[in-house]
């Protein structure tokens, strides 16, 4: 398992180096900074399923305690995040924009991780698979957390603040204990490759998700126009759907063409 462990840490830097990262700048103003946020909506959402149903298949008891441990301590968590849009936004995000467009990336992502779920798998890669998405949420909020605290919302924020960082950091003893455990998990090769394959996979379903958000992020952070150009009304033409996603894999591979340049 000592090698599942390392290509985790592997992919995890290579997750912290996503250009969306340097993108939230903090020169411009917290809602500014964090106007990607709504897009999270349904990942966060079905983070709560992932967990709850990721528990519900596994059947060895001591793998079961530790998975029902961990949805229990992620609990609420979701509601931190809905109050903390509304404090970005001053509302809430409606249903029918969480199948909207702008979202597509963020259901792709999380379709993804959940069928992950499904798979019949040794119960010990339902283990590795919650310290896979544990990888990408320190990742993740360590970043938030440093932007709350640099421009003073650590009072109105808890679910992108240091909040959300002191809470992991409470269960931080289950974690060491559980990195322990698992290192001393012996693995057959076939169940290694499963669990390297199912590593990959994620971490390939969050890359899709942060670059929609990055694409969004670019948009709202965009320059104002030149004097003369009229910016985008209402009442001009929109792309059509499947023209604006392939805009975005443009936008998206060109970026990737210049930093390998």
Same mark, same amino acid.
């Given at each position: 398992?000592?090698?599942?462990l390392?290509h985790?840490?592997v992919?995890?830097?290579?997750f912290?180096a996503?250009?969306f990262?340097?993108d939230? /700048?903090?020169?411009r103003p917290?809602?500014?900074?964090?106007? &990607?946020a709504p /897009?999270?909506?349904f990942?966060?959402?079905?983070f709560?399923?992932?967990? $709850?149903?990721n528990?519900?298949?596994i059947?060895?008891?001591?793998?079961?305690?530790?998975a029902t441990r961990?949805?229990a301590?992620?609990g609420?968590?979701d509601?931190?995040?809905?109050?903390?849009i509304?404090?970005?936004?001053?509302?809430s995000?409606?249903?029918?924009?969480?199948y909207?467009?702008a979202?597509?990336?963020? $259901?792709?992502?999380a379709?993804?991780?959940i069928?992950?779920?499904?798979r019949?798998?040794?119960? /010990?890669l339902?283990?590795v698979?919650l310290?896979?998405?544990?990888?990408?949420?320190?990742?993740?909020?360590s970043?938030t957390?440093?932007i709350?605290?640099?421009?003073?919302?650590d009072?109105r924020l808890?679910?992108f603040?240091?909040?959300h960082?002191q809470?992991?950091?409470q269960h931080?003893m289950?974690e060491?204990?559980?990195?322990?455990?698992?290192e001393?998990?012996q693995?057959s090769?076939q169940?290694?490759?499963?669990?390297?394959a199912?590593?990959?996979?994620?971490?390939?379903?969050?890359?899709?998700m &942060?670059d929609g958000l990055?694409?969004?992020?670019? /948009?709202?952070h965009?320059e104002?126009?030149?004097?003369?150009?009229?910016p985008?009304t209402?009442?001009?033409?929109?792309?059509?759907?499947?023209?604006?996603?392939?805009?975005?894999?443009?936008v998206?591979?060109?970026?990737g063409?210049? $930093?390998?340049?």
């Amino acid at each position: 398992m000592k090698e599942v462990l390392q290509h985790i840490a592997v992919r995890e830097a290579r997750f912290a180096a996503h250009p969306f990262f340097s993108d939230m /700048r903090m020169d411009r103003p917290i809602e500014q900074v964090m106007a &990607f946020a709504p /897009r999270l909506t349904f990942w966060v959402m079905t983070f709560q399923d992932v967990l $709850r149903l990721n528990a519900h298949f596994i059947q060895d008891a001591h793998f079961k305690a530790l998975a029902t441990r961990h949805h229990a301590e992620e609990g609420g968590h979701d509601q931190w995040f809905e109050e903390d849009i509304s404090a970005l936004t001053g509302g809430s995000l409606s249903i029918g924009s969480m199948y909207g467009r702008a979202h597509v990336k963020t $259901r792709d992502a999380a379709y993804a991780i959940i069928s992950e779920v499904y798979r019949p798998v040794d119960d /010990r890669l339902r283990i590795v698979l919650l310290w896979a998405l544990e990888s990408t949420s320190h990742v993740f909020f360590s970043r938030t957390a440093i932007i709350s605290a640099a421009q003073g919302a650590d009072d109105r924020l808890k679910y992108f603040s240091d909040h959300h960082m002191q809470a992991e950091a409470q269960h931080a003893m289950f974690e060491q204990e559980l990195a322990a455990e698992l290192e001393a998990m012996q693995l057959s090769p076939q169940v290694r490759a499963e669990a390297l394959a199912m590593v990959d996979r994620i971490y390939a379903a969050f890359d899709t998700m &942060f670059d929609g958000l990055r694409v969004h992020l670019e /948009r709202e952070h965009a320059e104002p126009p030149a004097p003369g150009l009229q910016p985008h009304t209402a009442t001009e033409e929109v792309l059509p759907l499947e023209l604006e996603e392939d805009l975005e894999v443009i936008v998206l591979e060109a970026d990737g063409e210049a $930093r390998a340049a």
